[in-house]
């Protein structure tokens, strides 16, 4: 798997940063938030790097979902919001693609 070396999402997924585990498959890797907004509230990335949802291939895009899905079914997740943003006036803080999976509580419409 492709990785930037500077971008701290490819360094959980080598290992070099700590993070608390939640999901893992060959090609996803999810894991709790650090600044939860949801009493479930999990980061999920492909391991393959990819800065944005904009410049993803279809194959990245199809097995981060897959995963995600595949996640909330194994944690039996029956109601969850998926959080995507793309580029910084969006919200991107890092430049990973990660999907936010968020649970556990009431959400409101718009988001904000």
Known sequence: MSADDSCIFCQIVQGKIPAKPVF????????????????THILA???R??????????????ELFSGVRTLAETLEL????LVVNNGEQAGQSVFHLHVH??????F????G
Not at 101 to 106: M, T
Not at 108 to 111: A, F, L, R, S
Request: aromatic share 10%; net charge negative.
């Open 24 to 39: 893992e498959t060959d090609t996803v890797f999810a894991f709790s938030d650090l600044s939860p907004q949801a009493p």
């Open 45 to 47: 990335i492909h391991k």
């Open 49 to 62: 790097h990819s800065a944005q949802f904009a410049h993803s291939d279809d194959t990245l895009l199809a």
């Open 78 to 81: 029956k109601d969850y919001r």
């Open 101 to 106: 999976v968020l649970s556990g509580r009431s």
């Open 108 to 111: 409101q419409w718009p988001p």
